[in-house]
């Protein structure tokens, strides 16, 4: 079932892998001593009754009928902290500590959707600075 | 000389530590809902131009131009079914393009909406990160290679190998694909109306495949899984959206994804990899 599970490994509680960080948790991984995990369910599906205001004004400003590619974004965590992966940068940003966290997967996914945008769109994203750099007209 | 400004802006000083950023978010950073250096444009100016006579680069460098102008839709006339044509647009547009395109067709786009009234060659909407793109008729093969993220739709059939390396995003399909469609497959979904070729999912990771028709062959580690409640809403919602919602809904459709059998594949003994392929 979405949600639930992750490299073969069950999800058993929304803060697994903020009190969990080695991952290792399905017998698989503990055999060959090795995890590579997304840390999150890469096939769940968002649920568009939890969409914030935020994100409604964006798929607005956009022209599109629902998330579109924010359908793949959620929040993952990475050792030990809460983040989302920005794949501009190919890589996770953490999310500042003391954000609330909320207590299910789905508006985590929207927190995470709602930052990645601010960050992406802001001028203190990395790919501005290399925009500058290496544009070539 | 791009090296040398890299340079002077001393990028070149940075250690890399590992994949973590600690450039950490603003929550209450001001709402900006596209790119620092994106052009302002305005969905209700609306122009037209006819490519008949124009290059590929000509046509890209005015549909650039437009944008600049401030003008939110865009359609292009006669396109002649020349390659690269709108690639690379990382804005916010409707882009119309009246006829057909070669190879390469709207590839490394971020952003825009963009509809084809006639086909698309090769590799259409290659590196796709975000926006949609509808082609009213048939694609060739390799479409949405690479594909990160938005809709891509095809009312008709494709060719081979569709998805290929799909990191994400959706791909639609009204009619047939070709083989090895979905084709080591990372994530994202895929959505086939019609029948899919040989070896399809060949070599998946993660993802998922729905497929209306049959199936000529399924690939190394690529299996049917059962549909869940959210899984049939998604389809519902996504098939409604592009008008390509069978008549008889959506409960003959099949659901593929990876057996996860090649997960940590390097790590598996030599008899194992036998078992695996």
Not at chain 1, 37 to 44: E, F, K, M, S, T
Not at chain 1, 77 to 91: H, K, M, S
Not at chain 2, 83 to 90: Q, R, T, W, Y
């Amino acid at each position: 079932m979405a949600g639930t599970s992750y490299k073969g490994s069950e999800i058993r509680d929304i803060d697994q892998f903020l009190s969990d960080t080695s991952g290792l948790g399905s017998d698989r991984e503990k055999e060959i001593g090795q995890h590579i995990g997304y840390r999150y369910d890469v096939n769940l599906l968002p649920d568009y009754q939890r969409v914030t205001p935020f994100l409604k004004t964006y798929m607005e400003v956009m022209g599109w009928d629902d998330l579109n590619w924010l359908e793949d974004v959620h929040m993952g965590y990475e050792e030990g902290r809460p983040a989302v992966f920005d794949r501009n940068i190919n890589g996770w940003v953490t999310i500042p500590e003391g954000t609330a966290l909320p207590d299910n997967q789905q508006d985590r996914d929207m927190l995470a959707r709602e930052l990645l945008i601010k960050f992406q769109m802001s001028k203190r994203h990395p790919m501005v600075d290399l925009n500058k750099a290496y544009r070539k007209f | 000389m791009q090296e040398d400004r890299s340079h002077a802006m001393g990028m070149h000083s940075e250690q890399l530590r590992g994949r973590s950023q600690q450039m950490f978010f603003e929550p209450d950073a001001e709402e900006n809902f596209v790119y620092p250096d994106a052009f302002e444009v305005d969905y209700n100016k609306r122009t037209e131009f006819d490519a008949k006579d124009m290059s590929a680069k000509e046509t890209n460098l005015k549909i650039r131009a437009l944008m600049q102008d401030g003008h939110g839709t865009i359609v292009v006339k006669n396109p002649m079914a020349r390659h690269a044509m709108g690639v690379g647009i990382l804005n916010r547009l409707n882009l119309y393009f009246e006829g057909s395109l070669g190879y390469f067709g709207v590839g490394v786009i971020d952003g825009p909406n963009v509809r084809i009234s006639g086909r698309v060659g090769w590799s259409c909407a290659e590196n796709m990160m975000a926006g949609t793109v509808v082609v009213e008729k048939n694609a060739g093969s390799l479409f949405g290679a690479a594909i990160r993220g938005g809709d891509l739709v095809c009312k008709g059939h494709v060719g081979a190998r569709t998805g290929i390396d799909q990191k994400g995003g959706s791909i639609l399909v009204g009619g047939d694909t070709g083989a090895f469609s979905g084709f080591m497959m990372q994530r994202g979904r895929m959505v086939v109306c019609g029948n899919a070729g040989h070896n399809l999912g060949d070599s998946m990771y993660d993802g998922t495949i729905f497929v209306g028709g049959s199936v000529k062959s399924l690939g190394v580690d690529c299996v049917p899984a059962e549909m869940s409640d959210p899984d049939r809403a998604w389809l519902k919602r996504k098939l409604a959206l592009y008008g390509m919602l069978p008549a008889e809904g959506i409960d003959h459709f099949r659901k593929y994804i990876a057996g996860k059998q090649l997960w940590n594949y390097d790590n598996l003994e030599p008899s194992e990899k036998k078992l695996v392929l």
